[in-house]
């Protein structure tokens, strides 16, 4: 008898990489560093729901002082595997009595990470996460993205997820190492909302979060973050039709000066309209507050993203 040839074993074959439907940034500044994500999830391009993509430690939320601070954004296939990853990482780091052992405990547990779940996956059906994150300690910021198993510091800027090529278009003409921190948070808000303008899978609310070499850091309030990309929004068409006419010869010099005044005359109505509504809602917050405590309620000064100012800071003025 002719014995039968043995069926050959099929040759494991990584799996077809998916679009990371979503948008994650980061950019350095002087100042500091402010990361981004937007909040859609698309699953199984079926439906869709709106989940955090952005995590700030420590998780109170707001971080004043030589304290270790990270803020982590993710894109990826698997949101299960980013979380895990992310978790580990910042329990990792958290030993760190230095801002450069955080950094490279938090590399050492993102490689660890992948060589865990590389022995536990069959071949090519690991998952990848894409994650940007910042670490601040003793007033020091740093920037690093870390693209699976591989950790690289940033000193511009970095972008991740579906809407990466347009948030690199934006981001290669407006960011540079001048920008304050406020300018950065403006860009991300940008940068986001022209993500989810254009970009099919990303949407949902916009995340912000800024890590300060010196001051509060933390994640911007969703309320400011919402008026700032609705004025960004509005301004974009008014200084779109501008850009226009800046290049129209036919248009004389007083016609010209005319039609700028009056679209940035617009633009302050509207900035200030606002600004006023934010402040006016911070008095009703406050004012609850009385009225559910049983006692007045100290109104808290807060920043231009919302966030509480250290006690005997002022508000920045126009």
Not at 95 to 102: G, K, L, M, R, Y
Request: aromatic share 8%; with cysteine.
């Amino acid at each position: 008898m002719i014995s039968p040839k043995p069926h050959p074993l099929p040759k494991p074959q990584r799996l077809p990489e998916r679009k990371a439907v979503t948008i994650v940034a980061g950019f350095k500044c002087y100042e500091g560093i402010v990361l981004c994500a937007d909040t859609q999830e698309t699953v199984s391009n079926l439906s869709k729901r709106n989940v955090p993509k952005l995590r700030f430690e420590p998780s109170e939320g707001v971080h004043e002082g030589d304290g270790l601070a990270v803020a982590f954004c993710g894109a990826g296939d698997n949101a299960a595997f980013i979380d895990k990853v992310v978790e580990t990482a910042w329990e990792d780091a958290q030993a760190a009595t230095n801002v450069d052992e955080a950094c490279a405990s938090i590399e050492k547990s993102v490689k660890d990470s992948y060589k865990e779940f590389g022995r536990i996956f069959q071949p090519g059906y690991c998952p990848t996460a894409d994650l940007i994150y910042g670490v601040k300690m003793y007033s020091t910021c740093r920037l690093f993205s870390a693209h699976g198993p591989v950790v690289t510091e940033k000193n511009g800027y970095d972008t991740a997820g579906a809407g990466y090529y347009m948030a690199d278009f934006l981001a290669s003409r407006m960011h540079n190492h001048l920008m304050s921190i406020q300018q950065c948070a403006v860009l991300a808000a940008y940068i986001l909302f022209q993500a989810k303008e254009h970009v099919d899978g990303c949407g949902g609310e916009s995340q912000i979060a800024v890590l300060r070499d010196d001051g509060v850091s933390g994640v911007a309030d969703r309320r400011y973050i919402k008026t700032i990309s609705e004025l960004l929004e509005f301004s974009d068409s008014q200084i779109g039709d501008l850009l226009l006419q800046t290049a129209n010869f036919d248009l004389n010099t007083e016609k010209f000066k005319k039609m700028a005044s009056s679209t940035i005359d617009m633009l302050e109505v509207i900035r200030s309209s606002n600004r006023d509504e934010l402040e006016e809602s911070q008095k009703r917050l406050v004012s609850i507050a009385s009225l559910m405590s049983g006692r007045p309620s100290k109104p808290i000064k807060k920043d231009w993203l919302g966030l509480p100012m250290p006690s005997g800071s002022q508000t920045s003025e126009d």
